[in-house]
Structures are given as structure tokens and as C-alpha cells.
């Protein structure tokens, strides 16, 4: 089931997530949600927190579902490497229609369960890195436009609140 996604100005967007205690038939029913809600967007990556679900969970796939092999599923995960930069434009499905320069790591491990709760590493680098630094931001309570400077940040927040004023965000 499709899950509706939310934007930016939703409080649930700001608030740092939980681990998940046990992967139970409710997690994996969120998780079989959040790849359908993920590919229909479609994005490269969805966090649980985007889905009103304050958990630390998130879903990857930089092919947008042309390969299945790059699915990933990270339960409770962690930095466990992170080095170099990278600065590329950046959007974010909780802020359609805006993107901007983000510096990010160019290269990062991270640790966590999949969603047989085993334990599993995952080595990104390029598009990936900076999809996992991405989403682990989303479970810490951060969107992308935090780590903009002030002025493009507030340029940006200004649009979407003169979007809201007139409904259409
Ligand atoms: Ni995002």
C-alpha cells in the first residue's frame, strides 16, 4: 500500500526516530510499504519518519527499481566509515519540486539489520553515499535543507510558504 509522504512543515519530519525494537509482521508490512511508496514517487530512498513512522529504518535504491540487486533495506543502521565530500544537487521527496548543492560524504560504510534481521555492511559511494548520509539525516530528525547555508535555505522555505498560503503544499 502506497503511503502518503510528508512534506516539509510536518513536525514528524523534525523529530529524531527510534530503534525498532524487533522485526515483527508490522515491520515488514511498513517496510513492503515504504518500497512501493518509494518506487511510486519515485525516489531513490525513503525513511519511516517520511511515513509518519518514528523509526530508524530506511529503504534505498539508486536504480529506481530497474535492479532488483539494489534494494536495500536498513533496520537500526550506523555509520561505521565515512570520508571525502562530495557536492551534488540534491532534492528530497518530503520537498518536491525543490533541490539544491549539498556537500556529503563521498564515501560511506554503514551497519545495521536487513529486514531478516541479520546483521549486514553496506559500502556506498557516489549516488549511494550520499542516498545513505540522506536518509540516516531522516531518521535523525534533519532534511537536506539543514545543511544549506542560511540564505538558500530561507529562499527555499520562503517559496513553500508562500506554496502553503495558497494551498498548494
Ligand atoms: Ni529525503
Redesign the pocket.
Known amino acids: 500500500m502506497i503511503r502518503p509522504i510528508l512534506r516539509f512543515g510536518d513536525h514528524d519530519l523534525q523529530t529524531p526516530a527510534r530503534p525498532v525494537a524487533a522485526i515483527t509482521g508490522e515491520i515488514q508490512h511498513l517496510i513492503d510499504d515504504m518500497i512501493e511508496t518509494m518506487y511510486a514517487a519515485p525516489g531513490v530512498?525513503l525513511a519511516a519518519p517520511?511515513v509518519g513512522v518514528p523509526l530508524r529504518l530506511f529503504v534505498v535504491d539508486t536504480s529506481v527499481g530497474s535492479n532488483p540487486r539494489d534494494l536495500l533495506v536498513l533496520v537500526n543502521p550506523e555509520f561505521v566509515e565515512r570520508e571525502g565530500m562530495q557536492i551534488e544537487d540534491e532534492g528530497?521527496?518530503?520537498v518536491p519540486g525543490f533541490s539544491a548543492n549539498v556537500a556529503r560524504p563521498a564515501r560511506v560504510v554503514i551497519r545495521g539489520l536487513d529486514r531478516t534481521g541479520d546483521v549486514v555492511s553496506c559500502e556506498g559511494a557516489g549516488l549511494l553515499a550520499r542516498a545513505f548520509q540522506?536518509e540516516m539525516d531522516?531518521l535523525d530528525g534533519r532534511l537536506f535543507l539543514d545543511r544549506l547555508r542560511g540564505l538558500k535555505r530561507h529562499l527555499i522555505v520562503r517559496k513553500i510558504q508562500k506554496l502553503k498560503r495558497t494551498g498548494k503544499w
Open positions: 530512498g517520511q528530497c521527496l518530503s540522506h531522516h
